[in-house]
């Protein structure tokens, strides 16, 4: 299952990514430029998937081209009002404010709970299923893994409850 | 452990509309309920970096094993020339 979609990932960048280094080229950017547009592109497409796979009505090559044009006329002029594709303002914009804004409180925490955040992000972000997460985290059974998850939800809660002042960078 | 529940499924909007309200209804009048709230929904965004950095990782290790396919190589540096 997992090999079949990294064979996926791997076909999409490969048939998508010459595309959007075309298209950084005209718009005046290099190489390096035009792989973080792509990656941030081909991020934004794969959450699309897992939330809402049916709001893409065109092939994902067409779907990240589209968003990394978008991301790159953003790059280089914020106040820019644009008509995003259908419902993705929000989450482009939520995209941009995760770059900017994560990294200290996201290093602060990491030093508390890496297995905590794995396991979280394994069922929040990934959307694995219980069976999967206690396969590949090592838990017992999917019911640990689902007792688990709200500790260490709880657990992560309190160390951002004690670390308010962090909270600044993510208001 | 079921108030974590409780707010994870308010959260993530899991909670029907009359559920919901009442919800709404004892976070106002319990300031610690909506701060434990207002916590739990930084978790998540916290965890979605978190998941983003990851998969920025993935990527990069993607691109990198695809630039020693010398056809895929050959095919950027020529856009880029």
Known sequence: MEQ?????LEQIYRETFPKVARLVKQLGGDLSAAKDIFHDALIIYLEKCKVNASHIHTSPQSYIVGIARILWTRKFNDELKYAALDDDTELISDFYQDKVNAKPLLQQLRYAGERCLQLLQAFYYKQWPAQKIAERLNYGSPH??????????????EQIKQTEAYEEYIA | MLEVQEIDRYILRQMPAEESAVFQARMLITPTLKTKVRHQRIVHKIVKWFG??????????????????????????????
Do not use: P
């Open chain 1, 4 to 8: 079949t979609e990294n064979k996926q």
């Open chain 1, 144 to 157: 640990s893994v689902s007792v688990q998850k709200y500790k260490c939800l709880e657990k992560v809660r």
């Open chain 2, 52 to 81: 983003r950095e990851q998969q920025r990782k993935q990527l990069e290790a993607l691109y990198t094993s695809l630039l020693r396919d010398e056809k895929f190589k050959q095919e950027i540096e020529i856009i880029f020339k």
